[in-house]
């Protein structure tokens, strides 16, 4: 069967189709030792021998995939290298899971839940903007949150690229010199959060990823890991093409 080359590559658990489609158009993907640098170009998805960078991917036989939930330490980025030496969150993993890579994105200086996976397919509908998966956080400011910076949070923020879709704040305590609260999003922009703490005019002392969708962090400590049940995989699965065929993520 004809299939593009990035979900070729997805689906034998290199990487997500993102990312895949942005290895192709670097140059670094060889298939039958012919590089292939257009997107588009499909393959006989259980024939051809991949080549990316020093990695071989065979066709794949049987392969059951892995779902990890991580609780992602500060000082660790979501990548599976680094040209500047830092710390990645696949050094937390044992080498028996083979290559795991992350669903999604943790900031540096952020920590909690973070999802892990060789399934390319899950990692690419959960990151989809139109899967509309809620996330939620756990945020420490400096200052005082005020009932009109909780509408504005609420009702959506302007920022650089765009104004954020409506969302969900919960104040947890306020104390001198800094407030805790929860805020629950759908989106998946860059440091999005941050940036709209900063817009009303605060800045962002901690952040901590609590919750994806039906996935929720308890009892694992900094950098600790462990299976996600089969079920909660099922679910996000369902719930994202749901969001997908109906738009929700337009409505929200």
């Known amino acids: 069967m004809l299939v593009r080359l990035q979900k070729i590559i997805a689906d034998r658990g290199y990487c997500s189709r993102r990312r895949a489609e942005e290895l192709i158009l670097e140059g670094k993907v060889f298939v039958d030792d012919k590089l292939e640098n257009t997107l588009g170009n499909k393959f006989e998805e ?101 009932m009109v910076d909780k509408k504005h949070l609420e009702q959506g923020i302007v920022l650089e690229d765009g104004i954020t879709a409506p969302c969900k704040v919960n104040i947890i305590s306020i104390e001198i010199g800094k407030t805790t609260f929860e805020i629950t999003i759908h989106e998946g922009r860059n440091r999005q959060i941050r940036r709209m703490v900063e817009a009303i005019g605060h800045k962002t002392i901690s952040l901590t990823r609590l919750r994806i969708g039906p996935i929720v962090m308890s009892n694992l400590h900094r950098g600790e890991f462990k299976e996600v049940p089969s079920n909660l995989v099922d679910e996000i699965k369902r719930t994202c093409k749901y969001n997908k065929e109906h738009n929700n993520y337009v409505k929200k």
């Open 46 to 146: 259980d024939k051809v021998i991949i080549k990316i960078e020093d990695t071989i991917l065979k066709p794949v036989v049987n392969k059951s995939f892995h779902y990890i939930m991580l609780n992602k330490p500060i000082g660790y980025i979501c990548s599976l290298k680094d040209d500047r030496g830092r710390k990645t969150v696949n050094m937390l993993l044992p080498k028996e899971l083979g290559r795991l890579f992350p669903v999604g994105r943790l900031d540096i200086n952020s920590s909690g839940l973070l999802l892990m996976t060789d399934d390319g397919e899950f990692s690419n509908l959960v990151m989809h903007p139109s899967s509309s998966l809620d996330k939620t956080y756990k945020v420490e400011i400096d200052g005082q949150l005020t």
